[in-house]
């Protein structure tokens, strides 16, 4: 008879844990808190618009693919490569920086401040590349000690042993000179949840990810049509998904985890357990672990929280791209105080997606879906978000001096979702939107395990466990997860 598993948590990693192991021959049932799949890869429909309320695009597309191949399945869903990756501007400034992947045309953009981009941006991105590859070891790894990780590091090679020292900024400083080309460069630190000015060096290798390797990509449809896609292939495993369902405390029987128990009362039993909740979060909370109570967990580095704002407008923005970033001219100074200020400047920084541009069908005719997204304090800076609303206000006012159209007449639907609205749907530590941050003493075998301290047939998969957040790295946490689960049964 088939093992059972049982998977706390639809997000990305649980349904792919999950595929993986029903196509390992596991009998396997998952367990949702919210009414759908898909934890923070999900979807708002409202007002006859579609909005991404997430993620809402996504690289190493070759990371899907491998899964796929993994599970003999044909990927279920289809994508697109962007081009431009995206657009930058900057504020009292009317150029806008389109983010091209070809090096001849996006150094064109960079021609005045920049002179000598593209011999610079080669020579960033032959360090990049080699970075990415150097660093797989570390990342498709798992760890069962510390000594394990500490005899794994060394595999990266003694060339890159200063980015280890140095920020994402003062990697990029030292190719390029000018402002503009340094700021934008930089920003893929933002997609980590921090700034360029305290995350590691080392992750410059996403420059390599977005401008040569791979580049981004958009879902037809909607990014929901992955959850989509991998609950339909769960479906034909019968893998049942009990939704509304959230897990409040547990019964164990010596250093077996023997029971998880929902809000209801109800008892979940199984011969393995895969928690893809936050890792630390539920150590802390239902195992009641002191090493992860809130006081530990709150000294501990936790990326932003956002604000999002997803608006449906009855009108086109034909000179829009899909992906968009509006910058201010303090880019330092407001990445200084953008994570533990209460106050919000009176013009942040933000992003925004226009869902709509390359799916039309996400909007209702000569109508535009706008995802916006916004870096703010976590709940342990800024408790409050009762000007919320002020806050919102003055990001669309922003927004509509910038792009020469005021949209503001034209707004027939707008929904906001604050740190504080994060952290109760997903259970997120202070509302902080990518969980833990990506120090270098909280990656690898430094990050929590995907396996249980204390529990043999316990396991953990998702964002906030190891190789860390990102869609991509989410996949390779499956499989990780996976190898876990499969060794133990071996055993």
């Known amino acids: 008879m088939a093992k059972k598993v049982l998977i706390a948590g639809a997000g990305l990693g649980g349904l792919a844990t999950g595929l993986r192991l029903a196509k390992k021959g596991y009998s396997v049932e998952i367990l949702e808190k919210n009414g759908k799949a898909g934890g923070r890869l999900n979807q708002l ?4 618009f579609t909005f991404d309320t997430g993620p809402s695009f996504f690289a190493m597309s070759y990371e899907f693919t491998d899964f796929a191949k993994d599970c003999n399945i044909t990927l279920p869903f289809k994508y697109y490569s962007l081009d431009p990756l995206y657009t930058v501007s900057f504020r009292n400034s009317d150029k806008v920086y389109h983010l091209f992947k070809d090096l001849h045309k996006l150094a064109a953009e960079f021609r005045e401040e920049e002179p000598g981009f593209e011999q610079a941006m080669r020579k960033y991105l032959d360090k990049c590349r080699r970075l990415y590859y150097d660093t797989n070891v570390v990342i498709k790894n798992n760890y069962d000690s510390l000594l ?12 890159h042993v200063g980015t280890l020292f140095r920020s994402f900024w003062s990697q990029v400083s030292r190719y390029f000179k000018s402002n503009e080309a340094r700021e934008i460069l930089s920003l893929v630190a933002f997609f980590l949840g921090r700034t360029p000015f305290d995350t590691p060096a080392t992750y410059t290798l996403l420059s390599y990810t977005e401008f040569m390797h791979d580049g981004y990509f958009n879902v037809e449809g909607g990014m929901y049509k992955i959850v989509e896609g991998i609950v339909n292939e769960l479906e034909k495993e019968n893998v ?15 250093n077996k985890l023997k029971y998880l128990i929902d809000s209801e009362g109800k008892k979940w039993e199984a011969d393995i357990m895969v928690i893809n909740a936050d890792a630390a979060v539920f150590r802390g909370k239902i195992f009641r672990r002191p090493e992860f109570s809130e006081e530990k967990l709150d000294r501990m580095e936790w990326t932003m929280g956002s604000l999002t704002i997803y608006l449906g407008i009855d009108r086109k923005l034909p000179d829009i791209q899909h992906h968009n970033y509006y910058l201010g001219t303090d880019y330092r100074e407001y990445a200084g105080k953008v994570y533990s200020s209460a106050e919000i400047d009176e013009a942040p920084y933000y992003y925004v997606n226009v869902l709509s541009r390359s799916n039309p069908e996400c909007a209702p005719p000569g109508c535009e879906s706008l995802f916006f997204v916004c870096p703010v304090p976590d709940l342990r800076f800024k408790s409050s978000w009762h000007d919320r ?7 669309i006012d922003d927004f509509s001096r ?15 979702y604050t740190p504080e609205d994060w952290g109760d749907q997903f259970n997120l530590h202070r509302g902080s939107g990518l969980g833990l941050s990506h120090k270098m003493l909280q990656i690898g075998a430094l990050r929590p395990k995907n396996f249980d301290e204390h529990f ?19 996949i390779i946490g499956s499989k990780l997860t996976t190898e876990r689960v499969l060794k133990y049964n071996d055993q």
């Open 240 to 254: 049942k998904i009990s939704y509304n369902t959230e897990i409040v405390d547990f019964v164990a029987e010596g």
């Open 148 to 159: 394990h990780y500490a005899l794994t590091l060394p595999q990266v090679g003694p060339a």
């Open 389 to 395: 609303d002020q806050i919102v206000d003055r990001i």
């Open 45 to 48: 429909k409202k007002d006859g």
């Open 402 to 416: 910038r792009t020469g159209t005021d949209i503001r007449p034209h707004i027939v639907s707008r929904t906001v």
């Open 456 to 474: 043999k047939n316990v396991f953990y998969t998702g964002a906030s466990t190891i190789p860390g957040t990102g869609l991509p790295m989410v």
